[in-house]
């Protein structure tokens, strides 16, 4: 089992070290940029003093740090984190397409899946290091993003633009890009252009997921109580608008509360609010919109069971060239 680990290792070395080298730079620079963040030792209510009190000018002694703060995270985490939307792809389908798509093109296939017996029994046996060392690569990745983005959340009011940047959605992608990188190299029989579709498809997937993920988002909107569209205060989360609470309950838009005014009122919102009508956010908390995670593991997690069963009823059927 060692020997034949070691072997298929050795054979897509340059792929799989790719890949690796990749999720360890990144994971490497993602705990970097976190120590330097740490390092700031940003005081206690600085973030909310800087936010309430209009930056800089109503930060006071808060403003050196909370500036340097934002300047690494700006510089430094914003690019690690984008970063890690593009890494499982890239782990996925330099791990995956050429288990099989290169002994198809270079023609060894036929040797190899006589040797072995079974052809799914050998495909396993490919596919099993590889796997292994592509998860725990890019799992320490988003772990280390993970910690990344815990530490420069206190200086936004909701984390969900980041949700599958980091932790579990990294990996479940991953895995997703590895099973879809597989299934295309065994179909296809050449690896550049599994690659070149492989990247394609995965475009189309993540923007398919997000419109996926908006769609639940707009499900899950309901009033926030308590906070003002025009003063979120400390809560955390999305704003999807705002609306107008009437006194007896109803909820009216901003469009429909506004042609209430007479025409002669200077201030409409002090006008509304003197007649019991009061203005409220709309949105989605951050606790709510981070459940969406388990949604994208899970989604990503079927597209690679999925490519894995194709992969395998391919090699199975699949005549040699």
Known sequence: MLISARLTLKQHRFEVGAAVLAALVLGALALIVDYR????????????AWLSGGGADGAGDCSGPVQAFAAINEEEAGKVLAAMAVLPFVIGLL????????????????????????????????????????????????????????TRQPWYHSGFSDVTLHGPPVVGRAVGALGLGLLLGAWLGRT?????????????????????????????????????????????????????????GTKITDDAAFALVPSAEPDPYAWLHGQG????????????????????VLIFGLIGAASLGGAMLVVDRRRPT
């Open 37 to 48: 963040l740490r390092a700031i030792n940003v005081p206690g209510g600085c973030f909310e």
């Open 95 to 150: 791990a995956g397409v050429p288990i099989v798509g290169r002994e198809l093109e270079s023609r060894t296939v036929q040797t190899a899946w006589s040797l072995s017996g079974s052809r799914l029994r050998w495909l396993m046996r490919q596919l099993a290091p590889i796997a292994i060392l592509a998860v725990v690569a890019v799992t320490f990745a988003a772990l280390a993003a993970n910690g990344l983005e815990a």
């Open 277 to 296: 009508y009061r203005d409220v956010l709309v949105g989605v908390p951050q606790d709510v919109a981070m459940g969406w995670a388990t949604y994208d």
């Open 192 to 248: 550049l252009p599994a690659f070149i579709v492989g990247a394609l498809v995965s475009l189309i997937l993540v923007s398919s997921v997000s419109a996926m993920s908006s769609a639940w988002l707009d499900s899950q909107k309901a009033v926030i109580p308590d906070v003002s569209s025009q003063d979120p205060g400390t809560w955390a989360g999305i704003q999807m608008g705002s609306l107008w609470l009437a006194p007896d």
